[in-house]
């Protein structure tokens, strides 16, 4: 089954450390995309990638750090020059068009801990 | 920019009634597509149903009907016969084409059925 996978499903770190959190897909998906989500509140954007070797800032990019050297990897990292990393972290993929039909298709998440 | 507002934090419904999440957007772009999605309390987001701006149907998806108002810029989405397993957050969201595409959330809003 195609799927996007996200690991792991919960991390915790010291404040001060980068991590790294892992998205794969097997969509065949040319867009990939981050969200940020805090409790109780909606998703916010923080990067995302159309094609291979190349990605855009999103609403919310200080501070994490993405690459996108294949087409089924975005992985996302969160730099210590994040304020308030403790979040739960969201990948999604999607056909890349010109029009605006395609939906996102995401992963289970990450919740990550930074104490 | 692109902005979508969702008024209802969270709303009690009976089981086997209908319920209408409410859903304003603005943007000034006239190609632009609005999105529902479930999210249980697992953490995944589930796509609901689509509706274009271009598009002249109302869309239909089993018990999710979107009721898209244009000239009012709503996209209120009505789920039809509430079942228990319905209860969980629900975000609009919108793509615009001009701004790449990128998907813009709204904050949510939470449903309970009551059985």
């Known amino acids: 089954d195609g799927g996007i996978t996200q690991s792991p499903k919960y991390l915790f770190r010291k404040e001060g450390q980068n991590v790294t959190l892992s998205c794969e897909q097997n969509?065949?998906?040319?867009?990939m995309y981050w969200y940020r989500q805090d409790p109780g509140q909606g998703l916010r954007l923080i990067y995302y990638?159309?094609?291979?070797?190349?990605?855009q800032k999103g609403d919310i990019a200080e501070g994490y750090s993405v690459s996108r050297e294949k087409k089924e990897s975005f992985p996302l990292t969160v730099t210590s020059a994040q304020k308030n990393p403790t979040a739960f972290y969201l990948c999604?993929?999607?056909?890349?068009?010109?029009?605006?039909?395609?939906?996102?298709?995401f992963g289970n998440g990450t919740r990550l801990t930074v104490t | 920019a692109q902005k979508i507002t969702q008024t209802q934090p969270g709303m009690f419904v009976q089981e086997k009634e209908a319920v209408t999440l409410d859903c304003t957007y603005d943007?000034?772009?006239?190609?632009?597509?609005l999105f529902w999605y479930k999210q249980p309390s697992s953490g995944e987001m589930i796509f609901l149903i689509y509706?274009?701006?271009?598009?002249?149907q109302n869309a239909t998806e089993g018990r999710y009907s979107l009721n898209f108002q244009k000239a009012r810029k709503s996209a209120n989405l009505v789920i039809s016969a509430s079942q228990l397993g319905d209860s969980a957050m629900y975000f609009c969201?919108?793509?615009?084409?001009?701004?790449?595409?990128?998907?813009?959330f709204g904050g949510g809003t939470r449903v309970l059925v009551k059985p």
């Open positions: 943007t000034s772009d006239q190609s632009y597509g």
């Open positions: 969509l065949n998906h040319d867009a």
């Open positions: 990638s159309q094609i291979v070797n190349d990605f």
């Open positions: 509706q274009g701006s271009y598009d002249e």
């Open positions: 999604a993929s999607s056909i890349w068009d010109r029009g605006t039909r395609s939906p996102l298709h």
């Open positions: 969201a919108m793509r615009v084409r001009a701004a790449g595409n990128k998907l813009t």
